[in-house]
C-alpha cells in the first residue's frame, strides 16, 4: 500500500499556528511509512532559521476564530479587534498556544523539526526566497539538507502528493 | 504464512484482536512477515511496548516509544523501517497506535 506513496508539503506561512499542520501531518505521513519533503519557502523560512524558530507567534488580529473560550472563560465570544491590537496581545496568544501544545506533547517546532529530520524526511529552503531575504545556508538549523530551486523542488516530487500550507 | 500464525485470530489489518494470545513466536512471526530480524534491541522496544498497553491500556505513539524507552527517533526508523509505531504495536500484539504525534 504505502509502499511508493511520497508526500510533498510546502510551508509558506511563518505564524506558529500555520507551523504546524505540515510538521503533524508529515510525522504521521513518515509514521505510516510514506516518504516526505517539505519544502520552506517565504514566511515558511521562519521555521527553519535558526534566530526565529523559537520565536514564532500567532496573533490575534483579522483571526475571527480566535474565542474567548479558547483562553478557558465560560462563554465562549468573539475578541474585538481593537482588543487584538494591543501591545501584548500576540504575546498572550502565543504564550496561550505553546501551552496547550505542550498539554498535549506536542513538542515546539525546533523539535519536530529535528524529530522528522531523523525519521527520514527531506527539509529544503526555497532559492528564490532565501535569495530574496538575503539569508545564506548558516541561517538555517542543521536540519535542513539544502537550498533548491523551484524547478528542482518540482523534479524531486513528482509522483508525490503536494501539499501547500 | 506461518503455521504460528494460522492459529491466532487477527483483525482486517493484521493485528491481534486479544494481546492476551500474544507469544513471542508470534512476535517472530510477525517480523519475519515484515522482514525484520528481530535483535536484543528489538525486543527491549518490543518489551516495552506491550508494557505500556499493560499499564495504560493503549498503544504508545511514535514519540511515546522515543522518550518512554529511549531509543533515539533515528534508530527507531532503522529497527522498524517504515512506519514503526505501527510495526512494533502489530509485532507486540497490541492494537494499532491513535494520536497524532
Given at each position: 500500500m504505502a509502499e511508493e506513496r511520497k508526500m510533498a508539503f510546502i510551508c509558506s506561512k511563518g505564524n506558529l499556528d500555520m507551523a504546524y499542520p505540515a510538521l503533524i501531518m508529515g510525522w504521521a505521513a513518515l509514521g505510516e511509512g510514506v516518504d516526505v519533503i517539505i519544502f520552506f519557502t517565504f514566511w515558511g523560512l521562519d521555521l527553519i532559521n535558526k534566530k526565529r524558530v523559537d520565536k514564532l507567534q500567532l496573533a490575534p488580529v483579522a483571526n475571527t476564530s480566535m474565542k474567548t473560550g479558547m483562553m478557558g472563560f465560560p462563554i465562549d465570544m468573539g475578541i474585538p479587534q481593537i482588543v487584538g491590537v494591543l501591545p501584548g496581545m500576540t504575546a498572550v496568544a502565543t504564550a496561550l498556544m505553546k501551552k496547550k501544545m505542550e498539554e498535549l506533547e506536542v513538542p515546539p517546532v525546533r523539535e519536530m523539526l529535528e524529530m522528522l529530520h531523523d525519521a527520514g524526511a527531506k527539509l529544503y529552503a526555497c532559492k528564490m526566497t532565501v535569495d530574496m531575504m538575503g539569508l545564506t545556508k548558516d541561517d538555517f538549523l542543521d536540519v535542513v539538507d539544502d537550498i533548491v530551486t523551484a524547478g528542482e523542488f518540482i523534479e524531486m516530487t513528482e509522483g508525490a502528493q503536494i501539499v501547500f500550507i | 504464512m506461518s503455521a504460528v500464525l494460522e492459529k491466532v485470530a487477527v483483525n482486517d489489518e493484521g493485528?491481534?484482536?486479544?494481546?492476551?494470545?500474544?507469544t513471542p513466536e508470534i512476535a517472530e512471526a510477525f517480523a519475519k512477515e515484515m522482514g525484520i530480524e528481530l535483535t536484543d534491541r528489538h525486543w527491549e522496544i518490543i518489551n516495552f511496548v506491550r508494557n505500556y498497553y499493560k499499564e495504560k491500556g493503549q498503544s504508545p505513539t511514535l514519540r511515546q516509544i522515543s522518550t518512554g524507552a529511549g531509543v533515539p527517533t533515528k534508530e527507531l526508523f532503522k529497527l522498524f523501517p517504515k512506519g514503526p509505531a505501527k510495526k512494533v504495536a502489530r509485532i507486540a500484539g497490541v492494537p494499532k497506535p491513535e494520536g497524532c504525534i
Open positions: - | 493485528y491481534l484482536l486479544n494481546p492476551d494470545d500474544w
